[in-house]
């Protein structure tokens, strides 16, 4: 079973930063991916950004280019998600989540798609 623990959320004031992380393991399969998402108050969850984590390749909602940047250290088993220049709106709870590449390369930004979810991170950003 895929374990998922995402961290590094917080509250931080518009223009800062913050790096999120996901704690990976329990992989059945050999080449997965790692996305994540967002769900602010009253809103549907939406996609951020993935990646492959056999291949590094990533994808990002166009909305996030820029400001967001995903990566992963395979060594720790571990996907970022460094955030910079926030503002108010990316106040959300940030998952993350994982599947089979197979499962999700058509859309990888669609969180229909995705089976296995962590609990979530709170980001707040004051302005």
């Known amino acids: 079973q895929v374990h998922l623990v995402e961290s590094g959320g917080g509250s931080v004031q518009a223009g800062g930063s913050l790096r999120l992380s996901c704690l990976a393991s329990?992989?059945?399969?050999?080449?997965?991916?790692v996305g994540w998402f967002r769900q602010a108050p009253g809103k549907e969850r939406e996609g951020v950004a993935a990646i492959s984590t056999s291949t590094g390749s990533a994808d990002y909602v166009d909305s996030m280019k820029g400001r967001f940047t995903i990566s992963q250290d395979s060594d720790k088993n571990t996907v970022y998600l460094q955030i910079d220049s926030l503002v108010s709106e990316d106040t959300a709870v940030y998952y993350c989540a994982a599947d089979s590449l197979v499962v999700v390369e058509t859309e990888p930004l669609d969180p229909g798609l995705w089976h296995f979810w962590g609990q979530g991170t709170q980001v707040t950003v004051s302005s």
């Open positions: 329990g992989f059945t399969t050999s080449r997965n991916c």
